[in-house]
């Protein structure tokens, strides 16, 4: 298994458990819509950061690992990536421009002049999620793909 291949699995791992949060935080406390306390606002940025936070130090030891084992990456591991950055990218951005039209169409039908601050904030968040969920998850079906049909 490769460093790529790994740490996409520590990616989907990451991430997945930030949505198993969510789901357990909604389920608990109602949408975003109920949220009348600031605890709850402030649980969801915490998990989003702790999330990030851990994805940043996955990557930045899985270029230390690249460099101290002098992991070479081939031309599959990079078109692997490559398309897999293109897909998550763009899941990703047809996500937000569904949760953007839902949002501007909540409004709109409640005779609302604004929306609160944070809801723009939330579906960059995730976004940002769905991004790196995707990224990962394509890159580990191509990696099984190509395994497949090299043992064939």
């Not at 915490?46 to 992991?71: E, P």
């Not at 897999?84 to 421009?97: E, I, K």
Request: hydrophobic share 55%.
């Amino acid at each position: 298994m490769t460093i790529s291949q790994k740490t996409a699995w520590a990616q989907l791992a990451i991430f997945g458990a930030l949505v198993i949060g969510w789901v357990v935080l909604f389920t608990i406390n109602g949408t975003v819509f109920y949220w009348q306390d600031e605890t709850m606002k402030m649980t969801f940025y915490w998990l989003c950061a702790a999330a990030f936070a851990a994805l940043v130090i996955i990557n930045i030891t899985a270029s230390i690992l690249k460099g101290r084992l002098k992991a070479a990456t081939d031309e599959r591991d990079r078109m692997i990536l490559h398309k897999a950055s293109l897909w998550a990218t763009g899941v990703s951005y047809s996500f937000v421009a569904a949760l953007l039209l839902a949002l501007a169409i909540t409004y709109m039908n409640s005779g609302s002049e604004t929306v609160p601050v944070y809801f723009p904030f939330y579906i960059v968040i995730i976004g940002g999620v769905t991004l790196l969920l995707t990224q990962a998850i394509t890159a580990l079906l191509l990696y099984g793909r190509k395994v497949n049909h090299a043992e064939s």
